[in-house]
């Protein structure tokens, strides 16, 4: 059975890792690669209720995808709203790079 859980914190990491590692300065076509990614991980992730509204979460909420720290801090609203979803403390995206990129331990 699909463990939801792990699943979500596995792909929390890849998506907030993927952030920490995305250009200061992206060109246009990496923006566009990226912005087709979020549509298509929107449409495979393997929970199917998580994935239908995350895909209306980008509908909603164009990503930002102008600069590392406006997509790290998109991705941080956006997993923020799922934590508030489910009840769990939101985070503070001031510290977004902190966490995922310059590093502490969970
Ligand atoms: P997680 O929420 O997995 O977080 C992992 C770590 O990320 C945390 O320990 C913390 O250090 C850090 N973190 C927490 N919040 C933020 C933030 N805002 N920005 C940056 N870092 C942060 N589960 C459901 O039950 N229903 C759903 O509808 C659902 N939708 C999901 C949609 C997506 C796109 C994804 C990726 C996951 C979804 N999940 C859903 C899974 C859920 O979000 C959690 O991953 C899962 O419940 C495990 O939670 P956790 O408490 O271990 O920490």
Redesign the pocket.
Known sequence: PLD??AL??S??NL??TISANYPDKPSNQQQSEMRQFLQLFSHI?P?S??AS??EKYLKDHSPKLGSRDEFGRWM?EA??E??S??N?E??D?NF?QK??KDGWN?
């Open positions: 939801v859980e979500g914190r792909s929390w998506l907030h992730y929970c209720w998580c509204d995350f941080c997993h923020n799922v934590n979803k489910l769990k939101t985070f995206c977004w966490r995922w969970d």
